[in-house]
């Protein structure tokens, strides 16, 4: 070959080197990769709850969807105020195949929904609540994924819904945007673990006084419970309560820090878990104690979801309010609440032991028969697995003032109990002294909540945060102590919480084949040129000669 038919053939190789990558870049660009969150996938008593599947691999959609559109091989992209329940719950109901569902989430649940209607598109919370209630408590054979919405969702979505608009859905043939989750098979959490923190605040014994003195048990679960275990924060429940409880036991620890302002009653800290599971955690904990300490507790106080209220307190109670300590209590509580212009009803509730569904913290407590209260801006019992801390929970919802109110009630409450002060309008924690609440603790701790996911079986007994709440309680209450436990058996529970979204754009069959014509058409011309150029015409034409054909000789 001549010097100049190398050059032309080197280039000619180049250039189709160069488009076969183009069209593979072409066919195969990521549009976009995104944090995404799995829908919980657990099992209770046996029965398959949640997402039964992680790995996704399909089409998108979105809506409007054409009339009978098979959705079994599509992945739905759906933002939330755009998801009809009633779609979701044909599907779950009748067992339709559906590749898979992502939904997106706006970044501030708490937002009023510009429209102002009270429709199916509603406020995003109560939108996201009953969402979270139908996806939670049904088996979901598809994966389900949670997103927030930014620009490259929102703009993958405008695509996705104007490929819809052709009347075509998005395949294999005419192209669109494919959605790749890649995940391995969920397995078993094995040995899911509970960690109870607690720490105590010794009163102050007279001389000669051989008796134990009685203990008064702060008590608030911090574990959450929700649809999504890699977002479920739980700012309000029970981030209020568990923060609340923090603040009391560190104005509480300036007081016992002098033996000349160190009351007479121990002050009993407890951070437990479990409290979604009808507070597991809470009942491992309170059987873990010598009987002797069990019986020294003059009464527990439960604080549950006390992050946004502003005038109406409940105390919920397992003993009849007429019961000569209940009433007691329930005086103290309202002595103290008219004082601040608030106020607190009380609730009574029998308890059936014989009913594993434990409702409120306290009746964990009266079943070991001890008095407690649970003091809570909830005026009923939430149903199971709800309230417990969902995707609507967020930092949003929860008010510093609501949290600095029940601290002030309780704390004061506990003082005139402690100090003999009953009846006695003083106010120790007076704004601007040196027991004053401090709104800046209960903010950080507040935020440090609401960045936290906290579903107890994948809050491992080692991790940061549980380091973090012993540490701070040991900052302001002396042995304390971490109990880890396992959460009882009638809840399995499942890995692959969180992903990554890849998003591809994906061209037709149609251009493939035209592409591939394209390039084969090429391809020929280029071989044509190159033995055209190198050994003439007529090599050429003698390649597409028939060959002669050779005649056998007989024997």
Avoid at 155 to 181: E, F, W
Avoid at 287 to 300: C, K, L, T, W
Avoid at 487 to 510: E, H, I, P, R, W
Wanted: net charge neutral; glycine share 6%.
């Amino acid at each position: 070959m001549s010097p100049s038919g190398e050059v032309v053939a080197s280039v000619s190789s180049a250039l189709a080197v160069l488009l076969v990558l183009l069209a593979c870049v072409e066919l195969g660009d990521a549009a976009a990769a995104v944090g995404v969150y799995r829908l919980i996938q657990y099992d209770l008593a046996g029965a398959p709850l949640g997402s039964r599947a992680a790995a996704l691999n399909h089409h998108a959609a979105a809506f409007p969807l054409p009339a009978g559109a098979d959705l079994s091989r599509s992945a739905l992209v759906a933002p939330l105020l755009d998801l009809p329940l009633a779609f979701l719950r044909e599907y779950l109901a009748e067992k339709k195949h559906l590749g898979g569902l992502l939904i997106l989430l706006p970044r501030n649940i708490s937002a009023k929904n510009v429209e102002g209607n009270n429709d199916d598109k509603g406020e995003p919370k109560n939108v996201l609540a009953e969402l979270e209630k139908l996806l939670m408590h049904e088996e979901v054979p598809f994966p389900v994924y949670f997103a927030f919405h930014d620009d490259n969702l929102d703009n993958l979505l405008a695509d996705i819904r104007k490929i819809a608009s052709s009347g075509q859905p998005a395949s294999a043939s005419t192209g669109g945007y494919k959605l790749v989750v890649p995940s391995a098979e969920p397995k078993k959490v094995s040995s899911p673990t509970i960690s109870n923190i607690q720490g105590w605040l010794p009163g102050s014994k007279g001389e000669g006084d051989a008796e134990q003195l009685p203990t008064i048990a702060i008590v608030a679960n911090y574990d959450t419970f929700g649809a999504a275990p890699a977002l479920s924060v739980g700012s309000d429940s029970n981030g209020s309560g568990a923060v609340a409880l923090l603040e009391i036991a560190r104005i509480f620890s300036r007081l016992y820090s002098s033996p000349k302002t160190r009351g007479k009653f121990n002050l009993l800290f407890g951070l437990t878990s479990g409290g979604p599971y009808n507070y597991n955690g809470t009942s491992k904990w309170l059987r873990s104690f010598d009987q002797r300490v069990r019986e020294s507790i003059d009464y527990a106080i439960c604080l549950n979801s006390v992050g946004s209220w502003s005038h109406d307190l409940w105390m919920h109670v397992s003993k009849p309010p007429e019961n000569p300590y209940i009433k007691q209590i329930f005086e103290d509580f309202s002595d103290v609440s008219k004082e601040m212009g608030i106020s607190v009803g009380i609730k009574h509730k029998k308890i059936n032991v014989s009913n594993s569904r434990v409702a409120w913290e306290h009746e964990q407590f009266s079943r070991f028969r001890v008095t407690a209260l649970t003091l809570s801006e909830l005026s009923t019992p939430p149903e199971f697995l709800e309230s417990t801390g969902g995707l609507y929970d967020t930092r949003e919802s929860v008010d510093v003032e609501s949290v600095m109110r029940t601290v002030k009630l309780v704390s004061e409450i506990l003082a005139r109990q402690i100090y003999g002060l009953r009846g006695r309008n003083i106010d120790v924690f007076a704004d601007n002294s040196s027991l004053a609440i401090s709104p800046h603790y209960i903010r950080s701790w507040l935020d440090l909540f609401s960045r936290t996911p906290r579903v107890a079986p994948f809050l491992q007994k080692n991790d940061p945060f549980i380091v973090a709440l012993k540490k701070e309680l040991s900052e302001h209450t002396t042995d304390v102590h971490v109990q880890n436990d396992v959460l009882d058996g009638m809840f399995t529970f499942y890995d692959a919480t969180k992903s990554t979204l890849n998003v591809y754009q994906v061209a037709s069959v149609t251009f493939d084949l035209l592409f591939l014509l394209v390039l084969g058409s090429y391809l020929i011309v280029l071989f044509s040129f190159l033995v055209i150029t190198t050994r003439g015409l007529d090599d050429l034409i003698n390649i597409f000669r028939r060959p002669p054909s050779r005649k056998v000789k007989g024997a």
